[in-house]
């Protein structure tokens, strides 16, 4: 590595070691959607199924992204960006890893770069992406670009990694991801996953609906609707809330989950309601997301932070210049 | 070095800046369920690279570390205790229920046993953690060096056991029975038989494995409580696990094959005072008979801290040089010749009324009267409250000295002996066994003393007593002498630090929570004090010269028959009367011996009589007992006459009384 890395500084690259603190999560992304109502005319409100347990083996999938600047040539950053997704499978409480894929690469605008610096980077062995359409400016645009490039590689391997998971996913087995499942038609059409939507940007229903759909009390469910807008693949959702919000915030213990468009799904809703609401223990505190992270994906990404590159986690030491 | 072994690792070395790796300790974590507990014994390897990667960590690449677990943590990712009963909404049951158990870790901290290369001493490296096999232990405990050496000094104390491993383990010889080190102290609580047949356990081994070029060994136990020692040449039971554990460490599982038991007579001086009495194994037992020779020369023992005094030492020290044995004119015109308690008796009486009668009270030949009457009552008193050990006038009847066997235990019965008895045997013993080991003349190289009860002999504080300044002596320069301690008592804190601080081998077995609480075991983790709080009988904690850290072994149950058991299955038999005892030692002497003939031969004769003659028999031990009993015994006519002479000693004042 130090090599490589020497070739990149040699060909007049400036070392830096810059992690922005957006690195270590995905955005949300704002949207004003539609969504049609499946399981009833109107909004309604139902209990979740108590008797809902979880199957007895479940899979839960999640991935991370990291990344860095981690040398300016001129005032073009370079991004040394990481993604990773596993999948734990779950048999007798416990959680063990059946699949998992990382990636390493540079990100930089290829065009903006002086050739021997490209051409040191291409010579590294570290795959380069492109950062298209970034021209030298301030680096605040390349950097926005830069975080969209890495976040569509770790949309990109936890679908890769859903998609070769669910492939054999044996007949009585289950499949739970953080996220959107109607980012892979594999994933969506399949009878047998589910995502656990934490984030709530993209707005479905406005007025009464709204309202309706943001306040339902703990341990119950909204009807089954279909989402529309961004969504590239038809799944059916519906919100549930796993915790009162009362007192704390609107969306406090609010999830959303997505499902097979099927009408297998509306039958079912409620039990799998009833699954996920036993899935709140054990709490996935000290993560502050925890009213809608569920333990086993929380557990996910603790493994996957866990073999993550050491240099890829923000500096918490002093950034005085160094004394060598 | 060994090679790294096929068997998969158990663990990882993790070091932190709150929790880093040292040359001396070290933390690494295992999976939850693994076989690794408090005392296990690991290999740290960085030459062993798990799945195909290059070993990595820091230190020198290809460092072993040998280390013995001393603690252990478990702990989830929980945040919070506050956090599982939000989850469980407050029900525990429900805890029990959640789809996924949270994530735990076992966390273990190891103490450092050995690094190989040993310079420079580093950090311990972040590699692999394996479980020692049989070959790991011995090099962990540095045993190699005593164990495959040209002259293998190892003796089995025990098997390490840890994840269905049972590894022998070995002590140095040198280092537990000299002249390196020496002396053994085991402590534990009363009541689980641990320490005893710990001990019983490692003579067996000792004299099965004590090297040829040390010469010859013997032991002399102290049997000071109820019938503990009293069985060592019976089987016991054992059962499957024992015999397995005699044969992985070597030893044959056979009670001892020579043992001489000794123990005083009772009051009545025929019925010997032991609970080794059944009919079957009496015959065994030798009375333990001392005269006043042998009490006079360790007078001190019977002087308590208020009397030792120069005048006193300076009576005593004239009595021995001018008046023992000798013939003694008491300058009232009487002549004396001192043999026996009641002749030195009768020497006082005569000065004392000289005294009286000349009208001078207040000294005789320079030796203050009050002086005089202390040193008679004292020396009275033991004749006394010893009456069965100490002999008012026969012969005495002692151990062999200057004829010790190898591989022989002598087992002094003292368990019903008063306790200035006890002191008196256990003070004179010890210095007749330093006495010959000094000249080379008892018989044996090395004699192991065992002493149970050390809190009462050698307490840290009290009194300083003869019997603990001879232990001092003994602890410090036994091991010169080839005089060797195993000492077992309750408490080890309460024992005098000279004594604990001289054993080279310390043993634990299972401790009682306010000894552990005391500075002594500051030095040990809270998991090894929980853990010696629960030991099983049979398993103990060492530590020895050689291993760096204490090791936890468990010893098979010693293949003779506990004292408990022995009384059960030879029940002690009730005392019988004077003239059948009588007829009972003349007839273990020679079995021709018709009990009618000794019957009529002591009716109407003075006990006191009897008791000499049968004592002269049994010191000459002649091809005629029955001849030399009858001629000692002499007519009847002059033998009453002497015996009824003969005054009983009077009884002791309390020292309180007296006027000094």
New interface residues.
């Given amino acids: 590595m130090a090599r490589w890395n020497d070739a990149i500084i040699a060909a007049g690259a400036v070392p830096a070691s810059h992690v922005p603190e957006e690195s270590l999560g995905r955005a949300d992304l704002t949207e004003i959607a539609d969504a049609e109502l499946v399981e009833d005319r109107e909004l309604g409100v139902y209990p979740v199924d108590p008797t809902g347990v979880?199957p007895s083996t479940?899979s839960f999938l999640d991935g991370i992204q990291r990344w860095q600047v981690a040398y300016y040539d001129g005032v073009v950053p370079i991004v040394r960006g990481y993604v990773a997704a596993a999948v734990r499978r779950?048999t007798d409480?416990?959680?063990r890893t059946v699949r998992e894929a990382t990636r390493h690469f540079h990100a930089a605008a290829r065009t903006a770069l002086r050739p021997g610096v490209l051409a040191a980077l291409e010579e590294s062995g570290v795959e380069l992406v492109d950062i298209p359409d970034v021209a030298a400016a301030q680096p605040g645009r390349a950097l926005e670009a830069a975080r969209r490039v890495v976040e569509g590689a770790r949309v990109a391997i936890e679908k890769d990694a859903g998609e070769r998971y669910v492939a054999t996913l044996p007949a009585d087995e289950w499949l739970v991801l953080d996220g959107l499942l109607s980012e892979s038609a594999l994933l969506a059409r399949h009878p047998r996953t589910l995502a656990v939507v934490k984030s709530h940007a993209a707005q479905y229903f406005e007025g009464d609906a709204l309202t309706r759909a943001l306040t339902i009390p703990a341990l119950t469910r909204t009807g089954v609707f279909r989402p529309r807008g961004r969504a590239r693949h038809e799944v059916y959702s519906w919100y549930l809330r796993l915790w009162p919000w009362e007192g704390n915030d609107l969306l406090f213990g609010l999830v959303r989950v997505e499902a097979r468009a099927d009408q297998a799904t509306v039958a079912a809703a409620s039990a799998v309601s009833g699954w996920l609401v036993?899935?709140?223990?054990?709490?996935s505190?000290?993560d502050a997301r925890?009213d809608r992270l569920l333990?086993?994906i929380h557990?996910v990404e603790?493994y996957l932070k866990a073999r993550a590159p050491r240099d890829s986690l923000p500096l918490r030491t002093s950034r005085f210049p160094r004394a060598s | 070095m060994t090679e790294p072994r096929a068997a998969p690792a158990v663990g990882r070395v993790v070091a932190t800046e709150l929790k880093p790796a040292t040359p001396h300790q070290f933390y690494f974590w295992t999976a939850n369920e693994t076989t690794i507990g408090i005392g296990a014994i690991v290999k740290v390897d960085t030459r062993a690279t798990g799945n195909g990667q290059p070993a990595t960590g820091i230190g020198q690449p290809g460092r072993v570390v040998y280390g013995v677990v001393t603690d252990g943590f478990a702990y989830s990712?929980?945040?919070?205790p506050l956090?599982?009963v939000?989850?469980?909404?407050g029900d525990p049951e429900?805890?029990a229920q959640?789809?996924?158990?949270?994530?735990e870790i076992r966390l273990w901290v190891a103490a450092v046993l050995r690094q190989e290369p040993e310079e420079p001493l580093q950090p311990v490296p972040l590699g692999q953690v394996f479980v020692a096999t049989d070959a790991d232990v011995a090099h962990a405990l540095r045993m190699e060096t005593y164990l495959a050496s040209a002259q293998p000094t190892a003796i089995p104390v025990g098997l390490y056991t840890s994840g269905g491993l049972e590894a022998p383990v070995y002590l140095d010889a040198d280092f537990l029975l000299g002249p390196e080190a020496a002396h053994l102290n085991i402590s534990g609580v009363s009541g689980l038989a641990t320490k005893t047949s710990a001990v019983e356990f490692l003579l067996s081994s000792i004299f099965q494995y004590f090297p040829a070029h040390k010469g010859r060994i013997a032991a002399v136990c102290f049997n000071v409580k109820g019938p503990d020692l009293c069985f060592l040449d019976q089987p016991g039971t054992l059962d499957d696990d024992d015999r397995r554990r005699y044969e992985r460490l070597g030893v044959r599982p056979e009670p001892f094959g020579q043992v001489r038991y000794y123990a005083p007579f009772k009051a009545d001086g025929v019925n010997l005072n032991t609970l080794r009495t059944h009919p079957d194994l009496v015959g065994d037992v030798e009375p333990l008979v001392w005269g006043l020779q042998e009490v006079l020369d360790f007078a001190e023992v019977l002087l308590n801290r208020d009397d030792i005094d120069a005048k006193a030492d300076a009576f005593i020290d004239f009595l021995t040089d001018r008046v023992l044995n000798k013939e003694f004119e008491d300058g009232f015109g009487g002549t004396h010749s001192v043999q026996s308690f009641a002749d030195l008796d009768g020497l006082f009486r005569s000065i004392f009324n000289g005294l009286e009668m000349a009208g001078r009270g207040d000294s005789w030949r320079t030796h203050h009267i009050a002086t005089m009457r202390k040193v008679r009552n004292r020396l009275s008193n033991i004749s006394t409250r010893c009456k069965g050990l100490v002999t008012d006038d026969g012969l005495p009847n002692d151990l062999p000295w200057g004829a010790f066997e190898d591989r022989a235990v002598y087992v002094v019965d003292v368990a019903n002996v008063d306790p200035l008895g006890q002191d008196l045997v256990f003070a004179r013993v010890v210095s007749k066994l330093r006495e010959h080991l000094e000249r080379r003349g008892l018989g044996v190289d090395a004699v192991i003393v065992f002493v149970d009860e050390l809190n009462k002999y050698a307490a840290a504080d009290g009194p300083d007593t003869y019997v603990k300044k001879m232990l001092l002596d003994i602890s410090e320069r036994g091991r010169y002498l080839g005089l060797v301690l195993f000492g077992a008592e309750q408490f080890r804190s309460q024992i005098h630090r000279r004594v604990v601080g001289n054993a080279g081998t310390i043993v634990y077995g299972r401790m009682d929570y306010d000894e552990l609480a005391t500075p002594g075991y500051q030095v040990l983790s809270p998991a090894t004090k929980i853990k010696l709080a629960t030991l099983p009988a049979g398993e103990l904690m060492v530590r020895h010269p050689h291993f760096t850290q204490p090791i936890f072994v468990r010893f098979p149950r010693p293949a003779v028959l506990r004292g408990r058991d022995g009384v059960e299955r030879f029940p002690p038999a009730a005392d019988v009367s004077f003239g059948e005892a009588v007829v009972r030692q003349l007839v273990k002497l020679d079995r021709r011996i018709r009990p009618n003939v000794v019957q009529d031969l002591i009716a109407d004769r003075s006990p006191d009589d009897v008791r000499r003659a049968l004592a002269a028999t049994r010191q000459a031990r002649p091809e005629d007992p029955l001849a030399l009993f009858r001629r000692v015994l002499g007519s009847s006519v002059a033998a009453a006459v002497g015996a009824r002479a003969r005054e009983p000693v009077p009884p002791l004042t309390s020292i309180a009384d007296e006027p000094y």
């Avoid at chain 1, 036993?278 to 709490?283: D, F, H, N, Q």
């Fill in positions: 979880a479940v779950r409480r416990r959680l036993r899935e709140r223990a054990p709490v505190t000290p925890w333990y086993p557990d603790n | 990712d929980l945040a919070t956090h599982d939000v989850g469980a909404e429900r805890a959640s789809p996924t158990a949270r994530q």
